[in-house]
Every structure is written in structure tokens, then in C-alpha cells.
């Protein structure tokens, strides 16, 4: 078993880093990690088998190229996926440790995981491809990692494929890269200015194409079209224009891929597994599984189909209940099902072959002409899609009101949009009825206020004297009289006063002279 860490897979054209010198001493990375073998090579960098000195364990560590290291915002938004990476505790997830820099060196401690990729493990196969029965078991590991990292920690991978799926020697499935690969591309893309998408094209959705904001839908597509791989070989499309085949056609069935390689040592594919791989890969989001959880339960519907008798030239249907006779030929048929030779005369088409009363319906088998069959169907599945024709002793099944609840919600809706709409044709009339009628308010104060104003004149009209009559000439108009007013009498003397000079009084004799 070789001892890998996915996410370094080769690019060409891409820039990689040095390997070390053989025969040489390699000094520890960043002081701690001591470097034991390489892992993996490629255009985001270098992963290598390290011992950490301080904790003695064995660690991966992957070391991003030198054109991110010198770029300020790329290495920002690395650290933010290492710190959003360090978050998931998933078992499906390979746990990253921490993030380590020095001048010209950045590196992402990981988990170190003994086991290889299903990529790898893929093109070991013969006819580069596998069974259902063994993509079901690391099918229903990944649907649980995802379902987790989508719904509880609120983080896309944005690069799912098969060399980022590790299957370790217990064949447990882990995910590598949870957001690491995608950053480092975007650094990158933004870097050299090329196409600023993050992931592998075969493996990316119509969304992620276009430059869209990424969520987990994006991450299901990438999941159907890594099952499409390891069913048939190849990617959905992986020839010419991959990105305009991803934007405007549809993939070829599983069953037709098989068919172009010449696969035909292989059981057939379950058209479950068809149409939950092709919900997968719709162009629309919202046509697609929800969650993960979703597309396990597109595998697991289980539609039972009885041959139901048509007329035929022999006569009409005999639709009368059977009779015990009838009953022990049907308990015969039950033991053919379990190996017994099938009876003369019996069809070689599918037929439903049940147990002897009491009937079970989880002990449900189908025999084929050749070979035989088993399938076990959960008892409400069963009853649900064929209730009382499964067997005639079955106990009838209680209407279900569901679809009651359902019908009555649906009209009451119904009921209130038509309210809604009629509410808007009523007010559609009677917006202008309420204009109009503001507008006869508003003329009707002004008339009143006119009217008020008239009556008012009238009244100060009637309290002006009486003019002449009518037809006799006004007189004519005085001459203006001008009037002489006697002068004003003149004020009287004040008194005299005491002091000062005074008429017929001699004034103050002079003031004597010093004496010496």
C-alpha cells in the first residue's frame, strides 16, 4: 500500500518546487518537520513525508509554491482556509494541523494518510473502472463527510475528484484539500492572469465555470461526476471543448460510456444509480439533490412491479378470489423461488413469487428465469405501492390523509390568491372614484368660500348711505374752502427769577480786590 497525500497531482506547465538532493542531508522545515521521502509532485507544490521533532509523528507537508509565498493576499486567504480547514473533525475529513512560514517557504501540515486515492486505485483495475457494489460503501462515507461539512461547518471542497479521495488500508475514504486546493488555484489564476476559476474543469459545474460564488451544490455535481468516473472510466466529458460540452449538453448514459471502452465483463449499472448520477450533473442548481443524504436516498427507492394479467385470446380474466387450492399452488410457487424446479408451463418473464400465510412482506422475492433474485423491501415501502395485491390475505390499509391535507392546502391557497386578486381589481377601481371624488371636495370648499365672500360684500354694500335715485344727476361737487385760523396767543412770561440780572434791577457790584 502506498502512503500518499492527494492534492499534488501534476499540472503541466506549471511551476514546482526543487526536490531535495539525494545523498544529502535535508535540514527540517521550519525547524520542526524533518523531511523523510516526497509524496507528491505537482503545480501546487510539493507534498512531503515529514517527522514533526517536537510531537514524534509522522505528518504531511505540503509546501506551496514560491510565486504565492511573495504574494501578500494570496498567502492572507491561505491562511484563512488553513484556519477554516483546522475546524472540520469529520473521520471522512483529513485533518489539517497547522500552517508554518518562513522567508521563502510556506507550508500546510496535514494528516498523513497510509493508503492511496481511488484514482489510483482506478487505474490498477483492468477495465479502468469499478462494480456499484464497491462505489456503494465509499459512496455512502463521502455523502456523510459532505453532509457535514456543508450543514455544519458551512465550507464547500470546491475541487472534489478521485485523486482528492484517499481510501486508507481499513478502506475508510477520507477528502483532502477541504478549501486548500481552491485557494491556492485562485492565487495562482489571479497570479499568471489566466482564467480565474478554481478546480478541474471535467470535474466542475456550469456555476463554478462561470465564476459564480461556490456553494455545496456545486461540491454534488463534482460528486456525481467523480461517480460517473469511477463507473465508466472517464469523466462525464472529457474530450474537446470540455467546458462548452459541461455548459450546453447533456452526458452520455453510463451504460452507453461502458459500451464506447468495450466493457462488457461487467453486471449492468441499476438505472437507480443512472438517474441519481444524472440528477447529480443537471445544469440547474435547484434540479439537483439538495444535500448528499438526497442522492443516497434516490439509490434506495425501491419500486415494486407486479405482472398484472391482461386479457388475452384465450378468454377474459379471471378475477374471482383464490381458493385454497389456488393458495397451495401459490405456497409452491414460494418454493420454487427458494430452489425448487419451477413447475411446467410457467413463464420465463419476471413473476412475483410470495410466502404461505402469514404474510411478510420484508421476506419479498422476485424470481428471474434465470437466475434467481432476492430482494428485501421494507414492509412500508410495499404496502404503500401495492397494498392489497401483494397478497389477497393482506390487511387493508388505512386511507392515508396526506393527500387530503395537501388538496385542502392547495385550495386554500388557490382561494386566497383569488382574494388577493380580486382585492386588487377592486382597488384598481376605486383608486380614480376616490380622485374624483377629492376633487368635487376640493371645488365644493371653494364654492362655499365664494359664496361666503358674496354675502359679505352684499352686507357692507347695504351699510353705505343711500346714494340719489336713479336718473338724477349727482350735485355738483363744492369748490374747496380754505380756512384762516387767528394766530395762536402768545405763551406767557415766566416768572422772574431769583438770582441773575433782572429787568430795571442794576447788576452786582464787582468784587473787591485782595487785601495785602
Given at each position: 500500500?502506498q ?5 499534488a ?7 514546482a518546487l526543487?526536490?531535495a538532493?539525494p545523498g544529502?542531508p535535508?535540514?527540517?522545515?521550519f525547524g520542526?518537520y524533518?523531511?523523510?521521502r516526497e ?5 501546487m507544490?510539493?507534498v512531503w513525508?515529514?517527522?514533526?521533532t517536537?510531537?514524534d509523528i509522522?505528518?504531511?507537508l505540503?509546501l ?10 494570496g498567502?492572507v ?7 477554516r480547514g ?13 500552517f508554518?512560514q518562513?522567508?521563502k ?7 498523513h494518510?497510509?493508503g492511496?486515492?481511488?484514482a ?5 483495475q483492468p477495465?479502468?473502472?469499478?462494480d456499484?457494489?464497491?462505489v456503494?460503501?465509499?459512496?455512502e462515507?463521502?455523502c ?12 464547500a471542497?470546491?475541487?472534489i475528484k ?10 475508510r475514504?477520507k477528502?483532502v484539500?477541504?478549501g486548500l486546493a ?17 478546480g478541474t474543469p471535467p470535474y466542475?459545474?456550469p ?10 451544490l ?5 460528486l456525481g461526476a467523480t461517480?460517473?468516473e469511477?463507473l465508466?472510466?472517464t ?7 470540455v ?11 453510463l451504460a452507453?460510456?461502458?459500451a464506447?471502452f468495450?466493457?462488457?465483463n461487467?453486471?449492468?449499472i441499476p438505472i437507480?444509480?443512472e438517474?441519481a ?10 434540479a439537483?439533490p439538495q444535500t ?11 419500486k415494486?412491479?407486479?405482472?398484472i ?5 384465450n378468454?377474459?380474466?379471471d378475477?374471482?378470489?383464490?381458493s385454497?387450492?389456488s393458495?397451495?399452488?401459490?405456497g409452491?410457487?414460494a418454493?420454487?423461488?427458494h430452489g425448487d ?9 419476471t ?8 404474510f411478510k ?5 422476485i424470481?428471474?428465469?434465470?437466475p ?8 412500508e415501502t ?5 397494498p392489497?395485491a401483494?397478497h389477497?390475505?393482506?390487511p387493508?390499509q388505512s ?5 387530503l391535507l395537501?388538496a385542502?392546502?392547495?385550495l386554500l391557497?388557490s382561494v386566497?390568491?383569488?382574494i388577493g386578486g380580486?382585492?386588487?381589481l377592486?382597488m384598481a377601481?376605486?383608486?380614480p372614484?376616490?380622485k374624483i371624488?377629492a376633487a368635487?371636495?376640493?371645488l365644493?370648499?371653494l364654492?362655499?368660500?365664494k359664496?361666503k365672500w358674496?354675502?359679505g ?6 351699510a ?6 336713479a336718473?338724477v344727476?349727482a350735485?355738483?361737487a363744492?369748490?374747496p374752502?380754505?380756512i384762516?385760523l387767528p394766530p395762536p ?10 438770582f441773575?440780572?433782572?429787568?430795571g ?5 464787582p468784587?473787591?480786590?485782595p487785601r495785602?
Open positions: 500500500m502512503e500518499i497525500v492527494a492534492g497531482d501534476a499540472s503541466p506547465g506549471e511551476e526543487p526536490a538532493v544529502e535535508n535540514p527540517p522545515f520542526r524533518r523531511a523523510l509524496l507528491g509532485r505537482g503545480g507544490g510539493i513525508l515529514a517527522q514533526d517536537v510531537l509522522p505528518v504531511a505540503k506551496v509554491p514560491e510565486i504565492i509565498v511573495h504574494d501578500t493576499e498567502i486567504n491561505l491562511k484563512k482556509e488553513v484556519l483546522m475546524a472540520l473533525t469529520h473521520p471522512g475529513i483529513v485533518r489539517v494541523h497547522g508554518e518562513h522567508e517557504t510556506a507550508g500546510i501540515v496535514m494528516e494518510v497510509n492511496e486515492s481511488l489510483e486505485r482506478k487505474a490498477r477495465d479502468r473502472c469499478f456499484v457494489d464497491e456503494r460503501p465509499w459512496l462515507q463521502l456523510a463527510a459532505l453532509d457535514y461539512a456543508h450543514h455544519e461547518a458551512r465550507i471542497h470546491r475541487d478521485p485523486s482528492n479521495l484517499l481510501l486508507t488500508a481499513a478502506g475514504v477528502i484539500d477541504f481552491s485557494s491556492l488555484s485562485e492565487t495562482r489564476s489571479r497570479i499568471s492572469a489566466r482564467m480565474g476559476i478554481s466542475m459545474s456555476q463554478q465555470l462561470m465564476g459564480q460564488r461556490p456553494t455545496h456545486d461540491d454534488l455535481y463534482s461517480l460517473y469511477l465508466a472510466g469523466p462525464p466529458f472529457f474530450r474537446g471543448d467546458v462548452a460540452q459541461i455548459m450546453h449538453e447533456l452526458p452520455m448514459p452507453a460510456r461502458r464506447e468495450c466493457v462488457t461487467r453486471p449492468p437507480a444509480w438517474r448520477i444524472a440528477a447529480c450533473l443537471a445544469k440547474d442548481p435547484m439537483r448528499a443524504a438526497a442522492i443516497l436516498q434516490i439509490l434506495d427507492e425501491v415494486v412491479r407486479t405482472a394479467p391482461t386479457p388475452d385470446a378468454g377474459p380474466v378475477r374471482t378470489p383464490p385454497a387450492s393458495r397451495n399452488s401459490t409452491n410457487a418454493g420454487t423461488a424446479a419451477p413447475a411446467a408451463g410457467t413463464d420465463s418473464a413473476e412475483l413469487r410470495l410466502s404461505p400465510v402469514p412482506p420484508s421476506e419479498l422475492r424470481q428471474t428465469d434465470p434467481v433474485q432476492t430482494l428485501a423491501a421494507p414492509a410495499i404496502q404503500h405501492v401495492y392489497r401483494v389477497p390475505h393482506a387493508r386511507i392515508s390523509l396526506r393527500p395537501g385542502g392546502a392547495f391557497r386566497g390568491v383569488a380580486l382585492a386588487e377592486i377601481i376605486l383608486r372614484l376616490l371624488a368635487i371636495v376640493v365644493c370648499g364654492l362655499h368660500l359664496q358674496d354675502a360684500a352684499a352686507q357692507r354694500q347695504a353705505l348711505p343711500p346714494g340719489p335715485p336718473g344727476p350735485p355738483p363744492l369748490p374752502q380754505v384762516v396767543p402768545a405763551p406767557p412770561a415766566p416768572p422772574f427769577p431769583a441773575g440780572p433782572q429787568p434791577r442794576p447788576l452786582d457790584p468784587p473787591r480786590p495785602r
